[in-house]
């Protein structure tokens, strides 16, 4: 089912009630995953511990969460020609990322080649049957239109019923076949409000063409307080995909109502602080856009 429009949302997966987020266009939600000085993911952290900033004015925080809630989350497969021999393990790795996932969560599966597919009967599904039959669709032929297939998964998102929202891009080379330009895509990242991780396979392609690769999923996932991995065989894949869902699981949910209430559509910078904050290193989106009206 080929598709002009996509949707996707994500949340740290839970198991315990939580007290939903009251929907509010003029709450801020931000999603800040704190690490240690060895890497490692730091939980137990209470709502006093945290400082947000908005173009450098201290924010009073409304909502907070440390534990997992549910999500809505998109996973965007490449199935470009170059994907062939690697989509096996690339699909494993995927239904076992959404095997981690809370029942609550909604999920879709987008494949990607010149154009891009909603390859599901719904818009989404918690069930791992109805996922592994769209990884089970997947064909590698064609080109790499990644960028339209971001914009248009960024747009199925606005259907989802969480308030976070995630996508996981797997894809193994630099975009030759959108429309659109990573520029677009970016500014439609950030205006989302989506939490954006990408795993580049990217090791056979030339110094030069690495490069471009790897800049472009730096820059969308960097823009949405994500992380972009690039590992050296389609092997640690799986292991890549674990490490993102707890990422995800283990992520402070802060919200405030911003005190620059101009609907200008202005870009606002966003900065998180912790106290005591030695050793510690905080990663989350670097800022938003105002509505403008």
């Known amino acids: 089912m080929a598709l002009a429009s996509l949707f996707a949302t994500s949340f740290p997966f839970s198991t315990h009630a939580q007290t939903p987020i009251r929907r509010d266009v003029n709450l801020v939600l931000v999603h800040a995953s704190i690490f240690d000085s060895s890497g490692n993911v730091v939980t137990g952290l209470q709502q006093q511990n945290f400082r947000v900033y908005e173009d450098k004015v201290e924010q009073k925080i409304s909502v907070f969460h440390n534990t997992d809630i549910p999500i809505t989350l998109g996973i965007l497969i490449d199935n470009s020609g170059s994907m062939r021999l690697k989509l096996p393990r690339v699909s494993a790795a995927a239904l076992t990322f959404v095997k981690t996932s809370n029942p609550q969560d909604e999920d879709f599966i987008v494949n990607f080649n010149d154009e891009y597919y909603l390859d599901m009967d719904k818009d989404f599904s918690s069930d791992p049957k109805d996922l592994q039959e769209a990884l089970d669709r997947i064909e590698a032929r064609g080109m790499t239109a990644l960028y339209d297939a971001l914009v248009g998964s960024l747009d199925h998102l606005k259907k989802g019923t969480k308030d976070k929202k995630v996508i996981l891009i797997i894809t193994d080379g ?5 429309r659109e330009t990573l520029q677009f895509a970016v500014r439609a990242a950030q205006e989302s409000n989506a939490v954006i991780y990408a ?13 471009k690769g ?27 995909c674990t490490a993102i869902a707890k990422d995800i699981r283990n992520q402070y949910t802060i919200g405030y109502y911003p005190t620059n209430t101009a609907k200008d559509g202005g870009y606002r910078t966003v900065k998180i602080e912790v106290k005591p904050g030695a050793g510690l290193t905080v990663r989350a989106k670097p800022g938003y856009f105002a509505p403008n009206h």
């Open 214 to 240: 790897e800049s472009a999923l730096k820059e969308i996932t960097k823009a949405t307080g994500g992380v972009a991995y690039f590992p050296e065989t389609v092997d640690q894949v799986e292991s890549l």
């Open 199 to 211: 795993i580049g396979l990217f090791a056979d392609d030339s110094r030069a063409e690495k490069r």
């Open 174 to 178: 630099e975009d030759d076949a959108s």
